[in-house]
C-alpha cells in the first residue's frame, strides 16, 4: 500500500472565530478557548443554583417541561439575549454552564442579578436568590 508523508491538518481548530487574528496555524494555543463554528461569538458563564441561605439546588430533576432550568432560560431569553447553549451538571452542585449570545448582553453581575430574582422557579419552586455567576468557559462532561 502506498503511503505519504501528512504535511496538512493538525487537531487546531480550523478558524479561530473569538480573536481577531485568525486562524492559529501550527502554533501552541496559549489559552484554552471555546470554538464555535456554526454561529457567532457568545459569552459564557458558570450558574451554581443556589437559595438565600446559599444552599445549592440540586437541578438533576429540573429539566423537564416546567421545571427550574426552563425558568432560568426564559428569564435570560425574556432580558434581550439568547441562550445558545447550556449543560446542567449531573450532581447536586446546581451548576449550569450557560453560552449566551449576543456578547455583552449580560454581565456576571447582570446575569446573576436577573436569575436571583426567581425565587420559586419551575413547578417545584426552586428559590434561585442566592446564585451566584462566574465567567469562563464552557464545561462539557
Do not use: W
Request: net charge negative; aromatic share 8%; hydrophobic share 40%.
Amino acid at each position: 500500500m502506498a503511503e505519504f508523508t501528512r504535511t496538512h491538518g493538525n487537531s487546531q481548530e480550523v478558524f479561530h472565530i473569538d480573536t481577531a487574528n485568525g486562524g492559529l496555524g501550527n502554533a501552541a494555543l496559549a489559552t484554552s478557548a471555546p470554538v464555535n463554528f456554526t454561529g457567532p461569538k457568545l459569552d459564557f458563564f458558570k450558574v451554581i443554583v443556589e437559595n438565600g441561605s446559599n444552599s445549592a439546588r440540586d437541578l438533576q430533576a429540573e429539566v423537564g417541561v416546567n421545571g427550574a432550568v426552563g425558568a432560568i432560560i426564559q428569564k435570560i431569553n425574556n432580558g434581550g439575549a439568547f441562550v445558545s447553549i447550556y449543560q446542567v451538571e449531573d450532581s447536586a452542585a446546581g451548576q449550569i454552564s450557560l453560552a449566551i449570545y449576543p456578547t455583552g448582553a449580560y454581565t456576571t453581575s447582570t446575569l446573576q442579578t436577573a436569575i436571583r430574582t426567581l425565587t420559586a422557579a419551575g413547578s417545584n419552586n426552586v428559590d434561585c436568590s442566592g446564585s451566584d455567576v462566574t465567567s469562563g468557559n464552557f464545561k462539557l462532561a
